[in-house]
């Protein structure tokens, strides 16, 4: 059977071969580069103990250095598999996804009109090349002097010049005795619709070659010299040899610069490439006229795992970043990803390295951001989130964007990334109050460890914390219920922000609450042990005073955990406003001590005591002492009379 033109290049695009001689070896991980493709282990054909065999999966080729076997996937599957030539064909495009094509008995005969073609091609790029040294091409020189393209970079790009007139090309063909039919199934020629002669596809324009991952010219790229042209850059119509969603200016120079360990920088046109490469980034490519397709991404990652996209920094720059990203996340693989590098406003990498060198293109690839932070700033750069509905909105758009990425793991890792974003969008640092102190109303603080407790009172929580014991105790509760009623996060959203938490546990804890986006109390729990660690927070948890809280020990009570957190709440915020009372009124005694602040350090203690009292002791009937302390009128009674009694008997007597 043979195979139509162009199946077989598909399938080695399509296939690592490090992939598929894995299946084999066991790789040598010390004497392996798997960022670079580059691949050790021993060797599958004969018995060893050394790593003598060698994977280039950049070029797509083995050697072992021992048994000198050499070849690509498809002499690697016939030998390891010992199977047929087709055989092995249908192996790999099962395996690529690419199906097996239906007998042709014209194939024979088409490959070698593909390799005609292809001569062609070659006889085109010389004839254009020696038209940009005759002068006609006087003007096409000056502008290439004006873009720093001297001849020795014009000769290593294989730039030309098709002048002006309808039929150059075509009659320097045919006088070489090329077939018509050659001429226009190479895309250099166009039938004439008026019954005339064919004419010239490229016509007074700057010629780029444009070749193969094999070095092999499969079209061309034009750049008019007429600014009045409709076409600033014509390509090559689409042909046998030329598919312009499946090939990359510059592949194979930029394959062999990468796999040097240069960075893979993926331009948007041809004088960004030569730019770059003559500037000593020689891994650069460029797509075809056309946005990034899905078989040129697969051919960038090929490459390496992190290509460097680097746009015009301008709107239309950013709008095409946009698209690649589009395109990437469905594609998106453990390892496999994009980082984006924009260029300073108005500049393309080109002016860039005119104006301020290699220096300033490195400095801006070095900065080349993740492709999470430039899907952020695509989702909310200019927009205003102000009310509960627009963050919602960005929520909904945020997780219809993350389903596209389809491996679970890097999607969750997606989801937690964002999550920080957007915490660090909408809880902004909050200012700090008037008055110190720490409680709900002042503001977070930077955690000190305190000094450790002497001996006698460590097992003592009260006595080792200090004045703010009972704080923290009630800071441990209210994000220990949060933490098993998570549908309460929202109503208590404010009070959460304003505990001060100076332990790092509980301080983590509560930016967890604050970030939550879970489903349920169980990947709360979850998301908690990962940020804070299951050894600190199961401590926290088992605390006595946490233990014992009904709807800690046994969840479910909505209303009573709505209760317990409100009560909790409501003393912490008495207890600091009180503080913060009698640090006022200690400043204020060294000047005047009156009856009015006297009344306002009752009034403080009022306020605290009845913030204290649980529900079934607010019930009761009570008074208060001058001091604000406060007083149960059924016991002051029942004393009075018992002091009445005791009285009465001692006169009585």
Request: charge should be negative.
């Amino acid at each position: 059977m043979s195979l139509p033109p162009g199946f077989l290049d598909e399938l080695r695009n399509r296939t690592s071969l490090v992939q598929v001689v894995g299946r084999k070896v066991m790789w040598d991980n010390r004497k392996s580069n798997q960022a670079k493709g580059d691949m050790w282990a021993p060797c599958p054909f004969h018995q060893e103990k050394s790593a003598s065999f060698h994977v280039d999966d950049r070029k797509g080729f083995y050697y072992c250095f021992g048994c000198h076997a050499k070849g690509d996937a498809i002499s690697f599957v016939r030998e390891s598999e010992n199977v047929e030539f087709m055989e092995a064909i249908e192996i790999l495009a099962r395996e690529a996804g690419m199906p097996m094509p239906a007998r042709d008995p014209q194939a024979a005969k088409k490959a070698d009109r593909r390799e005609q073609l292809s001569e062609v091609m070659e006889q085109a790029v010389r004839f254009f090349r020696m038209q940009l040294r005759a002068g006609a091409a006087t003007e096409a020189r000056a502008y290439l002097d004006r873009r720093g393209l001297k001849e020795d970079v014009r000769d290593r790009f294989e730039i030309g010049f098709a002048p002006e007139g309808w039929q150059n090309l075509w009659d320097h063909l045919r006088g070489q005795g090329v077939a018509e039919d050659l001429i226009l199934g190479a895309g250099l020629a166009k039938a004439s619709d008026r019954g005339k002669a064919p004419y010239d596809v490229f016509r007074n324009r700057i010629m780029f070659p444009i070749r193969d991952a094999r070095g092999r010219a499969i079209a061309f790229g034009g750049r008019a010299m007429d600014p009045r042209d409709n076409a600033k850059y014509l390509n090559s119509p689409e042909t046998e040899l030329f598919d312009k969603g499946r090939n990359l200016y510059n592949h194979a120079p930029a394959r062999e610069a990468a796999g040097k360990g240069q960075p893979l920088i993926v331009a948007e046109g041809y004088m960004d490439v030569i730019a770059l490469s003559e500037a000593g980034f020689g891994a650069s490519v460029a797509p075809l006229g056309t946005a990034v397709t899905e078989t040129q991404m697969q051919l960038l990652w090929r490459i390496t795992d992190e290509p460097i996209v680097a746009l015009d920094g301008d709107k239309a720059g950013l709008r095409a970043a946009y698209r690649v990203i589009d395109l990437a996340l469905p594609l998106l693989q453990a390892g496999k990803t994009l980082r984006f590098a924009l260029m300073p406003e108005g500049k393309d990498p080109d002016d860039l390295l005119r104006a301020e060198g290699a220096g300033a293109v490195s400095k801006v690839l070095e900065g080349a951001m993740p492709m999470v932070q430039l899907l952020w700033r695509r989702e909310t750069e200019g927009k205003v989130f102000d009310s509960p509905e627009r963050k919602a909105a960005l929520d909904a758009r945020l997780r219809d964007v993350l389903r596209q990425i389809q491996d679970p793991g890097l999607r969750r890792h997606y989801g937690d990334e964002i999550k920080e974003l957007r915490f660090q969008l909408f809880r902004p640092q909050r200012p700090k109050r008037a008055f110190g102190g720490g409680g709900a109303g002042g503001p977070r603080r930077a955690w000190n460890a305190p000094a450790p407790p002497s001996a006698s009172v460590k097992s003592s929580l009260l006595v080792a914390a200090g004045d703010t014991a009972e704080n923290e105790l009630r800071e441990a509760v209210i994000l220990a219920v949060l933490l098993s009623t998570p549908e309460l996060i929202a109503e208590f959203e404010q009070g959460l922000e304003m505990l001060n938490c100076t332990d790092p546990v509980r301080a983590s804890l509560r930016d967890v609450l604050l970030r939550n986006n879970a489903d349920s109390a169980a990947a709360l729990r979850e998301e908690a042990e990962y940020r804070i660690g299951p050894e600190p927070l199961e401590n926290l948890l088992a605390a006595r005073h946490v233990a014992v809280v009904p709807c800690v020990r046994r969840p479910g009570d909505i209303e009573l955990a709505r209760m317990t957190v409100a009560e909790e709440l409501s003393k912490i915020t008495a207890r600091s406003g009180a503080a913060a009372e009698i640090a006022e009124a200690e400043e204020d005694l060294e000047h005047l001590a009156d009856e009015a602040l006297t009344w306002r350090l009752a009034q403080a203690a009022k306020a605290r005591n009845e913030a204290v009292l649980r529900k079934d002791e607010g019930e009761m009937d009570y008074d208060f002492g001058p001091n604000g302390a406060r007083l149960d009128k059924d016991e002051r009674d029942a004393f009075k009379a018992l002091t009445e009694q005791i009285r009465f008997s001692k006169h009585g007597n």
